[in-house]
Every structure is written in structure tokens, then in C-alpha cells.
């Protein structure tokens, strides 16, 4: 998305100026040096753009009170790389009846989904889990991209070396905070 931001180290939008351009050559360079050196991910990792914090607010009204959510501005050559496995992955998952919305309006998704389920069962369970994201364990995200890794295929070892680096880079991410701090 061109009004987006490219993230830290970039000035302005992902498709301002030559911010494409620098950032498929920095992706390109962090994948040949994974491509000939695979122990390179922890250096890379430790060398990595940190991510910037934002914050936004809930996307819909809430009338009872405001949420304000943190969200992170991932630097745009991790967005390429990231790209080369959640285009495939989207795609799957646009195929199959599984529990993502992608490809799907939620708003009638979502409903139509429970309507459903409630026509076949009694009744059934669902909750809301809150903090969930600061509750996490390092093996079930380490679990979670398994799983995803098992729908995906590399064409090549570089690819892999790719994917392992942005397993390391989503468990150990880096943070920079708004007053200058990571």
C-alpha cells in the first residue's frame, strides 16, 4: 500500500521516492548472506531494524469506551521478505474452509459463520481472551510457524534460510519506542 509507512530507517511512505528500490536491495542482500552463511541468522537478527511503535485506535465505534491498541511499523524490506511466504499462505487459505476470513467480508462472515454452528449444535462456547498476545509462549509461536511451514514449500534452501530468519526476527523482535528507546 503506497500510503503506508515503510518503517524505520525509511523516510515517509513504502511508495515514496525510492523506498522500494532500497528495500528490495537491503531484502535481497540479507538473503544472500543467509544463502551463504545459514548460521548468519542470529547476527542478523541481533544487526535487525527495530520495528516502530504506534498506537491507533479501535476501528469501530465503541461507545462505552475508546481502545487504543499498539500496533508496529515493521521496516519495508522485512515486509518484502515476509511476502514471499503470506502470498502463498493467503492464497491457501482463500481456497479452503478454515477458520481465517480471508477473502471474506467479516461482517457477514463472521455472522453467518455463528448462525451456522448454532443451527447444527444446542449451544456453543466462545470467549474472549484478554491479553492474549502478552500471554504467549515462545513454543507455541515457534508451534504456529510449523504448522504454516508444513503447508509451504520452498523452491529452494535460500528460501528456508529466509523463512527461519523471520521466525527468529517475530520471536525476538526489536522495538523502537516513540521516545527513542528500544
Not at 38 to 55: C, H, L
Amino acid at each position: 500500500i503506497a500510503s503506508s509507512s515503510a518503517g524505520y530507517g525509511y523516510t515517509g511512505h513504502k511508495g515514496d521516492h525510492e523506498n522500494y528500490r532500497i528495500a528490495k536491495r537491503t531484502a535481497v542482500t540479507i538473503s544472500e548472506m543467509l544463502n551463504h552463511n545459514p548460521n548468519y541468522v542470529a547476527e542478523a537478527v541481533e544487526q535487525s531494524t527495530p520495528d516502530v511503535a504506534f498506537t491507533r485506535t479501535q476501528l469501530c465505534q465503541v461507545k462505552v469506551k475508546t481502545k487504543v491498541r499498539n500496533v508496529w511499523g515493521e521496516a519495508f524490506h522485512y515486509v518484502l521478505l515476509e511476502g514471499l511466504f503470506a502470498q502463498p499462505l493467503v492464497e491457501y487459505f482463500m481456497t479452503i474452509d478454515s477458520f481465517y476470513f480471508i477473502g471474506r467480508d467479516p461482517l457477514f462472515a463472521v455472522p453467518a459463520l455463528i448462525e451456522d454452528l448454532l443451527s447444527k449444535k444446542d449451544y456453543i462456547y466462545m470467549f474472549d481472551w484478554t491479553a492474549f498476545d502478552a500471554s504467549v509462549q515462545e513454543w507455541e509461536i515457534r508451534f504456529a510457524f510449523q504448522l504454516l511451514e508444513s503447508i509451504l514449500k520452498f523452491p529452494s534452501t535460500v528460501e528456508s534460510h529466509i523463512w527461519h530468519f523471520i521466525i527468529e526476527l517475530f520471536i525476538y523482535r526489536k522495538i523502537a519506542a516513540p521516545n527513542g528507546t528500544l
